[in-house]
Structures are given as C-alpha cells and as structure tokens.
C-alpha cells in the first residue's frame, strides 16, 4: 500500500474523528482521499487485521467507553449519538461484540448510561 494513502487514512479517519460521523462508509473514505474503496478496504485489512465497518465500529465503541468516562451521568442514547451510532440497539449489539459485555455496568440501570 502506497505510505501517502496510510498517512492520508490515519488523518482523516483517526486524527480527524471522521469515525464518529454516523453514516461513514468506505465509499466516502475513498472520496474524501480520491482512491478508490478497494484500495482503502485493503489498507484497513492490511493495517489493522479487520475490515472497515470493525474498524470504524471498534472506534467508535473506544470513543464511547472514553465518553462515558467524561460523562457520567450520560444517558445511553447520548453516549451512542456521540459515537456515530445511528441506534442505540446497534450500538448495544456493537458494544457486546468489541468487548464482550453490554454497555451496562452490573446493579446499573441501562438507560442511564
């Protein structure tokens, strides 16, 4: 992979949050940074061991853990808005396939997060 496309990934996606933007895609990655998505979808797989949407959704569920550490009192429905999620069931599912667990702490009332 070309070094440029790296350095141009790394400023868009990961300096840039652009993660965080709910409807991200590789398409519109590959817009942003004028290659096409194969190249991109290569880069991720090689970089980072997964494909583009995991990536993206394993950010963004980094972001969210970051987030709800700043944020206490958040209600869930804030925490997923905050970290691109579109729903909050998605977020819930995505949360529990990165980290194993749901977004709810134990003795926790899961709408408070």
Known sequence: MPRRLNTDFQRLVIERRAYLEPHLTVTEVARRLQTNKTYVSSLVNELYGMPFPDLIN????????????????????????????????????????????PPGLPGQDPESL
């Open 58 to 101: 394993s950010l963004r569920i980094r972001h969210a853990e970051a987030y709800r550490t700043e944020h206490p009192g958040a209600r869930q429905q804030e925490v997923a808005a905050a970290c691109g999620f579109s729903s909050v069931s998605f977020f819930n599912r995505v949360f529990k396939k990165v980290t194993g667990v």
